[in-house]
């Protein structure tokens, strides 16, 4: 088994804090995102989307899509429970606060970084007015989360999950744009300070 990923790109970053939590070593082959290893053959073999991560298993099968990863070590190796276990209404809260974090807070903070850096401008089609939409879309979702963050000490509830490594990942690679967690969101505060504490955030 091996696993195809950039070390700077926080859908990868999501994969790696999960196994870490896990305790699971996988080998790891760098896929160089600046030469643009990644939109090109043979990477787009391993995913045509031309995307990181992509999970490799022995038998040659390609698994693309961060969280289908995640998914995937959770069945081989259920504790500790990331993604719920046989319980129908922890697992399906889980998946919830999991789709929110990833819809409403990562992907919005992705979008500012791939509509308005320089990184991308060569890449992709950039549209900036839309990048900025999602700046003040992810701040408003950000006060959000603090104040759902009020009255419990992880974003699905009383556990450590899935969500609370899909918007660590989110919020830490905001950094590149200028999203930062201050004491105005002073939940959000305590919750980051919690999930960066954590051995797993180096990862
Ligand atoms: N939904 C996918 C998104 C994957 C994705 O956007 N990966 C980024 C890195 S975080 C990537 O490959 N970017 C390089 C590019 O688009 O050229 C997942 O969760 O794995």
């Known amino acids: 088994m091996k696993l195809h990923e950039a070390a700077t790109a926080p859908n990868c970053r999501r994969v790696r804090i999960f196994l870490a939590e896990k305790g699971i070593e996988v080998p790891v082959v760098p896929v ?119 009255d419990r000490e992880f974003v699905a509830g009383d556990a450590y999950s899935i969500a609370d490594i899909t918007a660590q990942i989110g919020i830490d690679f905001g950094r590149v744009t200028k999203f930062k967690v201050t004491e105005e969101t002073p939940n959000l505060l305590r919750w980051h300070q919690a999930v960066s504490a954590r051995p797993s955030a180096k990862a």
């Open 32 to 150: 160089d995102l600046g030469q643009a290893e990644n939109r090109q053959e043979p990477f787009r073999q391993k995913n045509p989307m031309g995307r990181v991560p992509v999970l490799e298993l022995d038998d040659g099968t390609f698994i693309a899509e961060s969280v289908a990863i995640c998914r995937y070590f959770e069945q081989l190796q259920p504790e500790p429970v990331l993604m719920g276990g046989s319980d129908p209404e922890e697992a399906a809260r889980i998946e919830m606060w999991q789709r929110r974090m990833e819809l409403e807070i990562a992907l919005p903070i992705m979008q500012v970084f791939r509509n308005t850096h320089p990184y991308f401008a060569d890449r992709i089609d950039q549209y900036a007015d839309y990048g900025e939409g999602q700046r003040s879309h992810a701040t408003k979702r950000l006060e959000w989360l603090d104040r759902e963050l009020a």
